[in-house]
């Protein structure tokens, strides 16, 4: 989202965990932020983040987005919702923008994010 190669970010060891303290930083000025800015464009984003979330800072709303449906970490069961990282924390992680969805469960993420996409 950056249109830099990740070894100029940062990040080229190993993708963001769940438990990572940091995420993409902030000093990046991310595509949807470009298109705010100069365009005036809408910007939403649905299904998975994957660039840090241990500050509200790194979250889809933060980073240039007007709404964000989804999840935060690299992968979520799509039925449940869950997500558990490589040592076993286990916990929901399905999103609306800051909001965590709990009214999901059940209802599989592809269906629940095309519906989502209809309604933006």
Same mark, same amino acid.
């Given at each position: 989202?950056?249109g830099?190669h990740?070894?100029h970010t940062?990040?080229?060891n190993?993708?963001?965990?769940?438990?990572?303290p940091?995420?993409?930083?902030l000093?990046?000025k991310? %595509?949807?932020q470009?298109?705010?800015?100069?365009?005036?464009?809408?910007t939403? @984003?649905? =299904?998975?983040?994957?660039?840090? !979330?241990?500050?509200?800072e790194?979250?889809?709303?933060y980073?240039?987005?007007?709404s964000h449906?989804?999840y %935060?970490?690299?992968?979520?069961?799509y039925?449940n919702?869950t997500h558990?990282? @490589?040592? =076993?924390h286990?916990?929901?992680? !399905?999103?609306h923008?800051?909001?965590?969805?709990?009214?999901?469960s059940?209802?599989?993420?592809?269906?629940?994010f095309?519906?989502r996409c209809l309604?933006?």
């Amino acid at each position: 989202m950056t249109g830099v190669h990740p070894i100029h970010t940062g990040l080229q060891n190993l993708v963001l965990i769940s438990a990572s303290p940091t995420g993409l930083p902030l000093d990046f000025k991310l %595509w949807p932020q470009y298109l705010k800015q100069r365009h005036n464009y809408a910007t939403h @984003i649905v =299904g998975k983040w994957h660039l840090g !979330f241990a500050r509200k800072e790194y979250t889809p709303t933060y980073r240039g987005f007007d709404s964000h449906v989804g999840y %935060w970490g690299g992968s979520e069961y799509y039925y449940n919702h869950t997500h558990c990282d @490589i040592n =076993g924390h286990c916990g929901h992680d !399905f999103r609306h923008n800051m909001d965590i969805i709990t009214n999901g469960s059940g209802v599989y993420s592809t269906d629940y994010f095309t519906d989502r996409c209809l309604h933006i």
